[in-house]
């Protein structure tokens, strides 16, 4: 049986043998490389790409969402938490509205905001509305007199905030302080008086145009 540079297996190798399979190694180097072994070179330098033979166009190996996951994975980030809470500004017949502060003991404390709460899995907004009103204020609010306005999307460190904003005109009981919270009416051009949670003071000029409108019938 004879080898690739034509000798014989189990024979010593002759000068004219050892002289062919050196002009064999410096064509070999001298080749250009498959495109299998320029792939397998292209992936260890991290670079390979793929082509679609149709449309002829060249795309990195790895998708956008996978260098982006790598990216945030190398820089510590991690993915916000979103978390969805309702508001309320409860306008009442002298064009005033509802602030309820924030008591001790809860995030933000302190602070002024619109009244409201979370959405519970499940639940539809207007709904959770008229839940956390009855829970923190004490009054009932028919789902039909919750009437959409704005929202608010805003980051803060740990999470990331979507509030729908509703305005009411029409609520049955006098809205009461259930949870520790201090509550007040303020007129439009209060608002900006107040200490408000970051995600609340974009709500404010939409909330006056409310007020006025409301006023105004």
């Known amino acids: 049986m004879a080898c690739l540079y034509g000798c014989r297996l ?32 292209a992936r260890k330098r991290g670079t390979v790409t793929f082509k679609h033979k149709r449309e002829g166009k060249v795309q990195p ?38 602030l309820a502060q924030r008591p001790p003991g809860k995030a933000m404390a302190g602070l002024w905001e619109f009244p409201g709460g979370k959405v519970e899995a499940g639940e539809a907004p207007e709904t959770a509305l008229a839940r956390e009103l009855r829970e923190e204020l004490g009054v009932d609010v028919e789902c039909a007199e919750l009437k959409p306005l704005t929202f608010a999307s805003h980051t803060y460190d740990t999470f990331h905030l979507l509030m729908p904003l509703f305005t009411c005109t029409k609520w049955s009981g006098d809205p009461t302080p259930l949870e520790g919270q201090q509550i007040t009416w303020a007129a439009s051009d209060e608002l900006h008086t107040f200490e408000m949670p ?20």
């Open 198 to 217: 970051a995600a609340d003071v974009p709500l404010i000029e939409p909330i006056q145009r409310a007020m006025a409108m409301a006023k105004a019938q």
């Open 10 to 41: 189990g024979t010593a190798l002759l000068p004219h043998h050892v002289a062919r399979f050196q002009r064999f190694k410096s064509l070999s180097q001298l080749a250009p490389q498959s495109h299998v072994s320029r792939a397998i070179q």
């Open 61 to 98: 190996y790895a998708s956008t969402a996978m260098a982006n996951q790598n990216d945030s994975s190398a820089n510590g980030d991690k993915p916000l938490k979103m978390v969805l809470v309702v508001a309320a500004a409860l306008i009442d017949n002298q064009g005033r509205v509802l």
